[in-house]
Structure formats: structure tokens, C-alpha cells
């Protein structure tokens, strides 16, 4: 019996010869289901097996924010530029043998930058401490793409292991609302206009041997989306391009990696150029909103916001100010912007949007 790497391989040949039309989707979809399953056999077994202390990185902050590029791109001299850290720094690969941490101070937000391991070609296999470095990536709210100026393609290969490790960079995790159950079949329901047909959708379910579910789909999805849905361990993370080494380069060569990729930010992490504007897009890409406290009965704390990342929601922030709010919460209050009318009672999953002025009732 072939290795189950020898039926992915199997499985990707086959993926690769089909052509794709209205008549082969229902096999395609159902192809893209089983080499997801594999691939993510692959994943449990490889961390059931251990290999490895592995890192724990505790989240601090208002966000996390984790370098990624390959060996020798820069990462610990940018870290130690941008946070004041203290990671070696050595013209030689791997000197990062472990995930170094750094504050960043910028705007009234404290932003968590770590330092991990270079990822190389087959990282999401394992390699090169790929899998541990992969699992404080999925931790994150954001990565920057830290790539060489003379090097600039090992961006594709960094997005490919972040993909077949189920990390979905700069997507939005799908408008679908799916539910196991004990009975019934499969039942799809959808909102919108769909190219996916119903067929392939219950081929994809069938490989998971799903035969009883819900499936509420409010956005057009493809049968990537559907699968991350099945499998609900995926994770959405911001990210950045920074080109490094740009004081080493002709402006020839910047040129050509400036069309590659036109929002990346060039910078010299040993020269100190653009870390100014690099400090700048992280805060805005993480999309910081300001919050402002209001004690039952008191006038709100204007003068000191509590900054939190756009999407937070009133749970989320009882977790933050204290272990037992969220077990305590009765209602909460807003007056802004995501307030129907001023004072509203909403619950734990109300989000929040710039400058809410927000009041957490608790239990006595």
C-alpha cells in the first residue's frame, strides 16, 4: 500500500491533469477535499510525534506581529532597529534558534514583535523547525514578509507553506454558517448567487463522511473556502511586504522589485532607512480603534482610550480587562458610532468601532 505522501502526490498529479469546466467541478471539489484531509493527517500525525520542544510564546500587547522570511533576510537586525530587542545577529543562517520578543511603542498602542527561525522551502512539512515556527505564525494577528532585495521571489514560497499550513493571508474567514447534526441530511441554504452547485458541496462534505449538516452560505464562495470551513482550524492573519537590503542594491533592482510588488515597503534594517514609515503601515494595517471607558453612573475616561484592533468585539475586551468579566457580564452600554442609539444595551459580541464610549455592567 502506497504512503499516504505517495497518495498526495497521487492525488496533486490527478488535480493538475484535470481540466476544469462545468462537468469536472464536482470531481475537482472533491479531489481538493481528500488532499486537504491528507495534508492535514499529515500535520496531526507529524505533531503527535512530537520532535521537538516546540515554542510557547505568551500574546501581550494590543497586537502581535511575527517576522517571516527566510534565513539571513534581516529579521533580528530589523527587530532589534524597530523594538530596541537584543537577537543576535550573524551573517550566517539559522542564527535564530528560538523566538525572540519586542515591544513596539507607537501611537499609544504596545505592539508584540517576535523574532522567529527562518522558514524554508518545506517548512510546512516540518522542515527546518518549520513546524514550530509555523504554530507562533498562527498565533499572530499579523506578518511582515521580510524579504532580500537580491531575492525577492522567496515571497511565493513563503505564501505557499503558509498556505498548505492553513494560515489564509490578508482573506476574511468565509460568511458561512455550518453546522454538524445527528439527522436530516445534508441542508443548503444560501443568501447569495452561487457557483458552486449543490452537488459539489455535498461531495466535499461526503469526504469528511459529513452526511447530516446545515449549511447557511451568505457570500460567493469556492470550494477552498468550503473546505476551510470543514476543517475550522485555519488562520486569518494582516501582513505587510518589507524589502530589505536597499542600501546595498542598484536603484535598478529596487525598480524591478517595486514592480513586483507595488505596496511593499523598501527599507534598510542596518541603515535605519524607512523604519519610520514601516512603524506607520503596521499600525495601520493592524487597524487600531480607540475605546473609551465609562463607569456605571461616571463621565467617560477621555484623556486614556483603551486601544484594541478593528473587529474587537465587548468579549473580547472583558477578556482583557479582567479574568472574570466575561463571566460576570450582564449588559454593556455604547454611545458612538456602533450604537443604534446613545446608550444602547448590547451584548458580548457587539463590535466595536473608533472612539465607542463603552460601559460593562457585571454581576455583584
Known amino acids: ?8 502526490q497521487e492525488v496533486e498529479d490527478e488535480l493538475r491533469k484535470t481540466v476544469y469546466n462545468k462537468a469536472t467541478s464536482h470531481h475537482i471539489g472533491r479531489l481538493k477535499a ?3 484531509r491528507m495534508r492535514d493527517e ?3 500525525k507529524a505533531s503527535a510525534k512530537g520532535g521537538g520542544e516546540g515554542y510557547s510564546v505568551r500574546k501581550s500587547g494590543d497586537g502581535t506581529v511575527t517576522l517571516v522570511g527566510f534565513p539571513s533576510v534581516g529579521k533580528s537586525t530589523l527587530l532589534n532597529k524597530i523594538t530596541g530587542a537584543n537577537s543576535a545577529v550573524a551573517a550566517y543562517e539559522f542564527t535564530t534558534l528560538t523566538v525572540v520578543p519586542g515591544v513596539l ?6 505592539i ?11 517548512a510546512s512539512s516540518g522542515r527546518g523547525r518549520g513546524k514550530e515556527v509555523i504554530s507562533v505564525i498562527r498565533n499572530s494577528d499579523m506578518v511582515i514578509f521580510l524579504l532580500d532585495v537580491f531575492q525577492p521571489k522567496h515571497y511565493e514560497v513563503l505564501m505557499d507553506e503558509l498556505y498548505q499550513a492553513g494560515i489564509r493571508v490578508d482573506e476574511e474567514p468565509p460568511e458561512v454558517v455550518f453546522k454538524k447534526k445527528d439527522r436530516g441530511g445534508v441542508v443548503i441554504n444560501s443568501t447569495v448567487d452561487l457557483d458552486l452547485d449543490e452537488e459539489t458541496i455535498k461531495a466535499v462534505l461526503d469526504e469528511y463522511k459529513i452526511h447530516n449538516a446545515s449549511v447557511l452560505i451568505r457570500e460567493n464562495i469556492t470550494v477552498d473556502q468550503l473546505i476551510d470551513v470543514v476543517l475550522s482550524n485555519r488562520s486569518y492573519v494582516r501582513s505587510l511586504i518589507a524589502v ?8 535598478q533592482l529596487i525598480e524591478e ?4 510588488y507595488p505596496n511593499s515597503i523598501f527599507i534598510s534594517a542596518h541603515e535605519g532607512i524607512n523604519i519610520e514609515v514601516l512603524k506607520e503601515a503596521i499600525y495601520d494595517t493592524l487597524g487600531f480603534i480607540r475605546v473609551y471607558l465609562k463607569p456605571q453612573g461616571q463621565p467617560a475616561d477621555m484623556e486614556e482610550p483603551l486601544i484594541v484592533m478593528s473587529g474587537t468585539d465587548i468579549g473580547q475586551i472583558c477578556d482583557r480587562l479582567h479574568r472574570d468579566f466575561r463571566r460576570k457580564f450582564r449588559y454593556a452600554q455604547i454611545w458612538g458610532t456602533s450604537a443604534k442609539h446613545p446608550g444602547q444595551r448590547v451584548g458580548l459580541d457587539h463590535g466595536m468601532q473608533d472612539e465607542d464610549i463603552l460601559t460593562i455592567i457585571i454581576q455583584k
Open 1 to 8: 500500500m502506497s504512503s499516504i505522501q505517495e497518495q498526495i
Open 42 to 44: 499529515v500535520e496531526k
Open 112 to 122: 508584540q514583535f517576535l523574532d522567529v527561525p527562518g522558514l524554508v522551502k518545506g
Open 244 to 251: 530589505n537590503k536597499v542600501d546595498l542594491a542598484y536603484p
Open 257 to 260: 522589485c517595486r514592480e513586483l
Open 34 to 36: 481528500k488532499l486537504a
Open 105 to 110: 511603542e507607537h501611537k499609544g498602542a504596545t
